[in-house]
């Protein structure tokens, strides 16, 4: 049966709590869903990121997931020129994700002119509507919030970018270069805080439980079923 997970959840809250899909605004309703198809295919985004499959925004342009190297442009540059809530970082973070796995793309971005040239050119490519790469952004996204509370978990040992690449190409054998530019920086956190986690079980640390996929989708999906429930019981009113 198609949509299990989200059809358990939505009788669960209904019997235990009295909470009816008609209580959730749309945002809550959209990030329900999404989370209960997560559970029903918890490998699903880890598997399409591991292969490197992008999403498609129109015809000859997609979004990669953000990439580390891609990531570090905005953080050192971006976000320095561009407020994060402003239309000219909206406009850098697409660029970083169309170009995320081109290196090459990002080498002389290190001035203001020179990055709002690039992006004006990446951007003339799209030929979709606004409501179209808003919606390929929602999906490439998915995982940003997860990453941003993964890198507060980062050792004390790793706390800056170029150490955490350092460990990883020393214990994989996989070079810098692909860390950096040929995966998304979500997985590259994940794997170094796996890696991690497995050798302080194994090395005399303490142990830590080293949570799969499933865990955290079911994590989520009860968050967001916590969240619409204090909504409802604070507000007393409902959607």
Known sequence: ?????????????????????????PDELAEFVLAAERVDNPFRDVNADAAGFPVRVCEGVYFWRLTLGASIWLDTYAEKWWSTNSDKYKQALIYALMNGRDRAAFMDLDTESAAKKAIRESLSRISATAEEVNLALDIVLRLKADTREKKSEISKASKDWAAMIRRLESQSGIKAEEWLWDRSANYVVKTYLDMHEFAEAYSGGKP????DELDEAHEALNRIAVKVMRRVKESGVRS
């Open 1 to 25: 049966m198609k949509h299990l997970s989200l059809a358990h959840a939505l009788e669960r809250l209904k019997s235990q709590r009295g909470i009816t899909i008609a209580d959730f605004t």
């Open 208 to 211: 830590s439980h080293m949570r």
